[in-house]
């Protein structure tokens, strides 16, 4: 690395990359110490060499603790790999297993790098709290008697406003809708019709209005199909 990197300050981001990427990471012996290593054209001495003594430095230091934060992390050692944000200069991705979540952020710009709300976005499934809906006794918008989709629109800032640095709503990232579509009966689940809403809980229209304003608010909504 010592020889091949022009820009040495990102020598360190090298091993935080080494360190946090899927894989078993190898230290080539000297390299620790940022020690160059030259190929000649007629033999690999320069590129191999010999060292009388350790040469213990910061970056030294600095990748001991790295291979600690490694070996401490399950996320870093079994995780799945995901990327977040690929820049010419910055690199951001996540490791993540079932006991943790890590984010590996890589900076080799000359300047501080911020990523926006949406960039570290990366919630999926199985780390969302779901709030389970039955529309037709959530909330009445009409005053006919009955829940519609409306009513959940009303109410989305109880289950989640949108602001993290609230704390008046529940927080809940997830909406799981009990069935929505056509049917004879009050609970929906003997469905007539998979592509349309049973006019009591309103139209097509208040359903993309529903999802606009949750997907406005980071939750993700499903519905369950009997």
């Keep these: 690395l010592s020889s091949i990197l022009t820009n040495k300050k990102h020598i360190p981001l090298a091993y935080g990359l080494l360190m946090g990427?899927?894989?078993?990471?190898?230290?080539?012996?000297?390299?620790?110490?940022?020690?160059?290593?030259?190929?000649?054209?007629d033999n690999d001495y320069a590129l191999r060499p010999c060292f009388e003594e350790p040469k213990p430095n910061e970056l030294t230091e600095?990748?001991?603790?790295?291979?600690?934060?490694?070996?401490?992390s399950d996320a870093l050692c079994n995780g799945a790999y995901k990327n977040v944000v690929i820049q010419n200069h910055q690199l951001l991705f996540e490791r993540c297993s079932e006991k943790e979540r890590v984010i590996v952020a890589i900076n080799a710009a000359?300047?501080?790098?911020?990523?926006?709300?949406?960039?570290?976005?990366i919630i999926d499934d199985k780390y969302r709290t779901y709030y389970e809906v039955f529309l037709y006794s959530f909330y009445d918008s009409d005053g006919d008697g009955i829940g519609d989709i409306q009513g959940l629109i009303d109410k989305l800032d109880y289950i989640n406003d949108g602001d993290d640095s609230t704390d008046t709503d529940l927080g809940c990232n997830g909406i799981w809708l009990m069935p929505i579509m056509p049917s004879p009966t009050y609970h929906k689940y003997d469905i007539s019709d998979y592509e349309n809403i049973d006019e009591q809980y309103g139209t097509i229209d208040d359903f993309k209005q529903l999802i606009e304003a949750c997907h406005k608010r980071g939750i993700r909504v499903i519905i369950d199909f009997p």
Excluded: H
């Design 21 to 41: 990427m899927p894989g078993i990471p190898c230290l080539y012996y000297g390299s620790e110490w940022a020690e160059p290593g030259e190929k000649a054209p």
């Design 62 to 72: 600095f990748i001991k603790k790295l291979i600690r934060v490694r070996q401490g």
């Design 110 to 121: 000359d300047y501080a790098y911020t990523a926006n709300a949406g960039e570290l976005n």
